[in-house]
């Protein structure tokens, strides 16, 4: 589960998740000024699954997205956050992950991205997933994961975190 601020942290936290082939489930919310002097308030959860579509296949990664956010580089702030709706994202967000693991109905594991409209109150599912082919995702082949299994040393040992 992640709940990042940046798209580059984003990207990096699936691209070690389909390696170990683990379910990545992302959280993000923003405020935007609208040019009627309002705001727009909202958010998405994606869920990412191994073998189905990524976030770049969603249209949540792009790169410019990512070239855009390299820009602004170390100019924090400014970005508000909100907490009611952190929460109704947080709440979605556990509601797929035992989904997965603890199915109550016939349902299709399958990647999805659900967007939270907080001016109109409301949670659809993104008009990107119904676009969307059979589970499939050209940017993580299956047969290039990495591990299923995951140790702790490693990930120390590519990231030069301390023990
Ligand atoms: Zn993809």
């Given at each position: 589960m992640g709940a990042v601020d940046t798209f580059k942290a984003r990207a990096e936290l699936e691209v070690f998740c389909r390696a170990h082939l683990i379910p990545y489930c992302d959280l993000g919310m923003d405020v935007h000024k609208l040019n009627n002097g309002g705001y727009f308030v909202g958010g998405q959860v994606a869920l990412s699954l191994p073998g189905d579509a990524c976030m770049r296949c969603m249209g949540l990664i792009t790169e410019r997205r990512l070239s855009q956010e390299a820009a602004r580089?170390?100019?924090?702030?400014?970005m508000p956050q909100v907490v009611w709706t952190n929460g109704v994202l947080a709440s979605v967000a556990v509601n797929l992950i035992i989904q997965l693991f603890t199915p109550w109905q016939e349902t299709d594991r399958r990647s999805t991205c659900i967007e939270f409209d907080a001016n109109q109150n409301t949670l659809t599912t993104s008009h990107r997933i119904g676009e969307l082919g059979p589970p499939s995702c050209r940017h993580f082949?299956?047969?290039?994961?990495?591990?299923p299994s995951f140790d702790i040393r490693d990930l120390r040992a590519a990231t030069r975190m301390p023990a």
């Amino acid at each position: 589960m992640g709940a990042v601020d940046t798209f580059k942290a984003r990207a990096e936290l699936e691209v070690f998740c389909r390696a170990h082939l683990i379910p990545y489930c992302d959280l993000g919310m923003d405020v935007h000024k609208l040019n009627n002097g309002g705001y727009f308030v909202g958010g998405q959860v994606a869920l990412s699954l191994p073998g189905d579509a990524c976030m770049r296949c969603m249209g949540l990664i792009t790169e410019r997205r990512l070239s855009q956010e390299a820009a602004r580089y170390g100019r924090a702030g400014g970005m508000p956050q909100v907490v009611w709706t952190n929460g109704v994202l947080a709440s979605v967000a556990v509601n797929l992950i035992i989904q997965l693991f603890t199915p109550w109905q016939e349902t299709d594991r399958r990647s999805t991205c659900i967007e939270f409209d907080a001016n109109q109150n409301t949670l659809t599912t993104s008009h990107r997933i119904g676009e969307l082919g059979p589970p499939s995702c050209r940017h993580f082949p299956t047969n290039e994961a990495g591990s299923p299994s995951f140790d702790i040393r490693d990930l120390r040992a590519a990231t030069r975190m301390p023990a």
